[in-house]
């Protein structure tokens, strides 16, 4: 049996949940699907930045205390060179700073909020677009059975790595680059300055840049290497300095997770979509610089719900719609890797 929609949403990020609000409110049929169990954990530093406390608190109102990790509020991004010099990116909300959350509670908060329907530990298997219609099919893994959808818009919300990118544009997809992300949680505790993130622009520490804050007590550490590197040595050499030189004391490993990205962002390679196929998120390339994605997730889930809202209403095309809407948040993407590289003195993700 197959249910129907006026729109469905793969992935239940920011991206997702923003889209997704726009078209309730709309009245239009959303469904949010999820391969993962929600709250899923999500490998982020988890600040929400003035544009992001902005669109949150129009759209869905004050975060809630229990997506909140200690400390509450970060006072700025710490951004260290080589040399062991350091200069500090304050946040400006009147001095206070800003939230520092769990992406899992974070983000499952959003999805609650968006007044779509959810269904999570549902896996996309495929899907066929055939004239105004997307057909979806999909494998629930709780019941281990296959559920068919169909929608007029599909909107993928899967971040980096998107299958539906993928069939839509296998030349695209050949044509990029990877790199893998890898980020250590321990118990302990070290001299950083807790109230901050940090960032090491140090090449000896891996491709990007290496970085480390404090969740709840927790050493929380990682860095970024270009695929098909060896990351242990890089990680390694990087705890060994945090030890040395800033009294990092390790106890017992909470956990460990890593993630892939690609060369989409710093280089500008936006992929918005095919015919009423959207991407938003970092699945059409809004990523910026040093990784910080929620703002320019939520901004593009704000432009692909009202490009999609638009056609609806006057049977305009919501991909050239969705095209327009993004122009600025694309340039702001693109400012912000070239200011990234210009203040590393480096190319950020030399793929």
Same mark, same amino acid.
């Given at each position: 049996m197959q249910e129907n929609?006026?729109?469905i949403i793969v992935g239940s990020g920011p991206s997702g949940a923003m889209t997704a609000? +726009? /078209?309730?409110?709309?009245?239009?049929?959303?469904?949010?699907?999820?391969?993962?169990?929600?709250?899923? @954990?999500?490998?982020?530093?988890?600040?929400?930045?003035?544009?992001?406390?902005?669109?949150?608190?129009? @759209?869905?109102?004050?975060?809630?205390? #229990?997506?909140?990790?200690?400390?509450?509020?970060?006072?700025?991004?710490?951004?260290w060179d080589c040399k062991g010099g350091y200069r500090d990116m304050p946040f400006s909300k009147g001095g206070i700073g800003a939230p520092n959350v769990w992406r899992s509670e974070f983000d499952h908060w959003l999805v609650r909020g968006s007044g779509a329907g959810v269904r999570d530990?549902? &896996?996309?298997?495929?899907?066929?677009?055939? $004239? %105004? &219609?997307?057909? /979806? &099919?999909?494998? %629930? +893994?709780?019941? *281990?059975v296959e559920v068919c959808f169909s929608a007029k818009y599909l909107v993928s919300a899967e971040g980096g790595k998107s299958m539906i990118r993928a069939k839509l544009d296998p030349e695209f997809e050949s044509g990029l680059r990877w790199f893998v992300a890898y980020q250590n949680y321990y118990e302990g505790d070290s001299d950083l300055d807790p109230n901050f993130y940090h960032g090491f622009l140090d090449p000896q520490f891996g491709d990007v840049y290496a970085w480390f804050s404090v969740k709840d007590g927790l050493q929380i550490f990682g860095t970024a290497?270009?695929?098909? $590197?060896?990351?242990?040595?890089?990680?390694? *050499?990087? &705890?060994?300095?945090?030890? %040395?030189?800033?009294? /990092?004391?390790?106890?017992?490993?909470?956990r460990k997770s890593g993630c892939v990205g690609n060369n989409m962002c710093p280089e500008g390679?936006?992929?918005?979509?095919?015919?009423?196929?959207?991407?938003?998120?970092?699945?059409g390339g809004f990523l910026n610089a040093f990784g910080e994605g929620i703002s320019c997730a939520l901004? #593009?889930?704000?432009?692909?719900?009202?490009?999609?809202?638009?056609?609806? %209403? #006057?049977g305009g095309n919501a991909l050239s /719609?969705?095209?327009?809407?993004?122009?600025?948040?694309?340039?702001?993407?693109?400012? #912000?890797?070239?200011?990234?590289?210009?203040?590393?003195?480096?190319?950020?993700?030399?793929?």
């Amino acid at each position: 049996m197959q249910e129907n929609y006026d729109v469905i949403i793969v992935g239940s990020g920011p991206s997702g949940a923003m889209t997704a609000r +726009m /078209l309730v409110e709309s009245g239009l049929k959303v469904l949010i699907i999820e391969k993962k169990r929600l709250p899923r @954990y999500k490998i982020c530093s988890g600040i929400i930045f003035r544009k992001s406390q902005d669109i949150t608190d129009k @759209y869905f109102g004050e975060i809630p205390k #229990s997506a909140y990790v200690k400390p509450e509020l970060l006072q700025g991004v710490r951004m260290w060179d080589c040399k062991g010099g350091y200069r500090d990116m304050p946040f400006s909300k009147g001095g206070i700073g800003a939230p520092n959350v769990w992406r899992s509670e974070f983000d499952h908060w959003l999805v609650r909020g968006s007044g779509a329907g959810v269904r999570d530990l549902l &896996t996309l298997v495929d899907f066929d677009v055939k $004239g %105004d &219609t997307v057909s /979806l &099919t999909c494998r %629930d +893994m709780r019941k *281990k059975v296959e559920v068919c959808f169909s929608a007029k818009y599909l909107v993928s919300a899967e971040g980096g790595k998107s299958m539906i990118r993928a069939k839509l544009d296998p030349e695209f997809e050949s044509g990029l680059r990877w790199f893998v992300a890898y980020q250590n949680y321990y118990e302990g505790d070290s001299d950083l300055d807790p109230n901050f993130y940090h960032g090491f622009l140090d090449p000896q520490f891996g491709d990007v840049y290496a970085w480390f804050s404090v969740k709840d007590g927790l050493q929380i550490f990682g860095t970024a290497l270009k695929r098909g $590197g060896m990351i242990a040595p890089y990680l390694l *050499k990087y &705890t060994e300095f945090l030890q %040395d030189k800033f009294g /990092l004391k390790l106890k017992q490993m909470v956990r460990k997770s890593g993630c892939v990205g690609n060369n989409m962002c710093p280089e500008g390679k936006f992929y918005l979509g095919k015919g009423n196929v959207l991407l938003v998120g970092e699945a059409g390339g809004f990523l910026n610089a040093f990784g910080e994605g929620i703002s320019c997730a939520l901004t #593009s889930g704000l432009c692909a719900g009202e490009a999609i809202i638009k056609a609806f %209403d #006057s049977g305009g095309n919501a991909l050239s /719609l969705y095209t327009n809407l993004t122009k600025h948040e694309r340039r702001v993407t693109e400012v #912000s890797w070239r200011l990234g590289a210009k203040m590393a003195g480096r190319d950020l993700m030399p793929l």
